[in-house]
């Protein structure tokens, strides 16, 4: 194979899996669902515009994985999550904008599995990628006109967006730091203050690992489950860090060399209003890849 094509490819790749991920909330599937773009690319004849053609088959190979995925997360146990992605390297491709950090937030991601596939797809393509509803009907073969009804479906199946970037990175950062202390050292009032009195936490573990199966709702008792969380034996083994997860701070605790969990507080108005924890070994094994 020609080196340009290849160099072609490799220029979009992080753009690809982006898609792909917002698509499909599974790292590994992405990863499959690029690969599978690849190997038609290197079979393909020339194409007059690369950047739309691979857009077009990643949007359909997702499209077709997505169909079978419902019905996977219908059988699920317990609460469904995202997998989680380290992004400080540009894996998913920029992000620069609030639009597309918000388009990979655990939180966005959680409300994408309430839309269709074609609904998904278009919102996606519109609102993470800024595609005109001309060019998503060309990507997805569709109407113009039945690409903007998909898309007022799932605006209003999703709803409006919650201020989940109103602070900079840093005041961000600076609270998921004070939570994770305040949460280690058993501080009552500091996670009292940080808490907002609608938060909720939730917890994956996949049916692999002990995880609570229900959301828990409202400051008192997601501080009671902060606190018993805490003196867990193996919280008190692990080692933790704030890193960038899915375009926002996180804390990443490590158990030796292998990553335990990832908690993912989401901040409002300068409080903690959602608290969503993965243990599931399964789903967080792109994140510790991408820490090796």
Known sequence: MEADPLQRFEANRARLFGLAYRMLGEAGEAEDVVQDAYL??????????????????????CLNRLASARSRRER????????????????????????????????ML??????????RAVFVLREAFGYSH?????ILQIEVTHSRQLYRRARAHVGEPR???????????????????????????GLERMLAEDVVAWADGGGEVPATRRPIHGRANVLRYLLVLRRRPEASRARA??????????????DGGTVSAVMVPEVTDGRIVA??????ARKLAFAAAQLM
């Open 163 to 189: 201020k989940r970037f109103d602070a900079d990175g840093e005041q961000r950062q600076e609270l998921v730091e004070k939570f994770f202390a305040a949460t280690i050292e058993g501080d009552i009032g």
């Open 134 to 138: 001309h060019e998503v009907a060309e």
């Open 275 to 280: 608290v969503r924890t993965v243990v599931s």
């Open 241 to 254: 860090t704030v890193a960038e997860v899915n375009g926002q701070p996180a804390i990443v605790l490590r």
């Open 76 to 107: 699920y146990v317990g609460s469904w999550l995202p997998e989680p992605v380290l992004t400080d390297t540009g894996v998913l491709g920029p992000l620069e904008t609030v639009e597309q950090r918000d388009s990979v937030s655990v939180g």
């Open 40 to 61: 038609r690319w290197t079979n393909s004849e020339a194409v007059a515009a690369p950047e739309a053609w691979l857009t077009r088959v990643v949007s359909n190979l």
């Open 110 to 119: 959680v409300l994408l599995e309430r839309l269709t596939p074609p609904e």
